[in-house]
RNA sequence: AACUCGUUCC
């Protein structure tokens, strides 16, 4: 029967790890055999959590065991380690893959990509776009919604916009990600109207904007010092269906304290505090 | 059937 896994996997996906690993080693005491996804299961789980070394435990376990790692076993620890800004540890886990003949998937570029991304290393990134177009593995969504994220910290919009176009002449429509995190590049370089002309777009294309699009266009404005526009957007998302978070009141609160307008800036969290968020 | 990647504040 499958309700082994389906447990295990669904306790670590709740962060119940505890629970989970009693359960993966009572299964084990009952002579039911573990599966490389019970292991990944819990290996994912610990790397949210951010114990890498009880994951890698865990890995251990499986090759002394005899089963088989996969290449979702290496991406979730590339993840991990990444994640923590640890990309030179993750070289030898690209070499172990290498040596046991697992193939890079769209995945892990996508995991190597986002890494350097993160860290500002366009060039990296870029060079490992090109190396998985030359082995025929195609960039998907996610890799290009890395990329965009990159030249938009750098301030390179114009190749950022490029790039999304491109990605349109493609055929491939770009999704609701890919539009926040553009219309995100284009509100940190203080082009409101062209992040606005993408919310349009999207509209257009039928990609409804969600509350991560609203706060960042708030915050858009809120650097500017124009808080009432911020809070004319609230108005906008609620009246189109889109429950604000808080983020979205926290964004105001900033804004309001950065002018100096603390007044405001308390009320803003009075209605907040009304609904149930709490500030940070 | 079940495991892995991208966007806003922090």
Do not use: W
Not at 157 to 165: G, I
Not at 168 to 195: E, H, S, T, W
């Amino acid at each position: 029967s499958y309700t082994y896994g389906s447990l295990i996997s669904g306790m670590c996906k709740e962060k119940r790890l505890k629970e989970a690993s009693e359960m993966f080693e009572r299964m084990k005491e009952m002579g039911v055999a573990p599966t490389v996804v019970n292991y990944n299961s819990l290996i994912d789980g610990y790397c949210n959590k951010g114990d890498l070394e009880r994951a890698f435990s865990y890995k251990d376990e499986m090759i002394k065991q005899g089963i088989v790692t996969t290449v979702s076993t290496y991406n979730l620890l590339i993840h991990a380690l990444f994640m923590e800004g640890k990309m030179v540890e993750a070289d030898p886990l690209v070499k172990e893959m290498k040596d046991k003949g697992i193939v890079l998937d769209e995945i892990t570029y996508n995991i190597l990509i986002n890494g350097y991304c993160r860290c500002g290393n366009a060039k990296k990134a870029f060079d490992l776009h090109d190396e998985m177009l030359s082995k025929g593995i195609h960039p998907s969504r996610v890799t290009y919604t890395s990329l965009i994220y990159v030249l938009s910290k750098q301030k390179r919009m114009k190749e950022a916009d490029n790039l999304f176009e491109k990605i349109i002449g493609k055929g491939v429509p770009p999704d609701i990600i890919m539009f926040n995190a553009l219309i995100d590049g284009y509100c940190a370089n203080g082009n409101m109207q062209r992040a606005f002309s993408l919310l349009k777009e999207m509209d257009d294309i039928k990609v409804s904007p969600d509350e991560v699009t609203y706060n960042t266009l708030m915050r858009g404005h809120c650097r500017e010092g124009r808080v009432e526009e911020a809070c004319k957007l609230l108005d906008e998302m609620k009246r189109r269906g889109i429950k604000p978070d808080h983020i979205s009141y926290n964004t105001l609160i900033s804004g309001y304290s950065r002018r100096g307008d603390m007044k405001d800036a308390f009320r803003v969290r009075d209605e907040m505090l009304g609904i149930g968020f709490n500030p940070t």
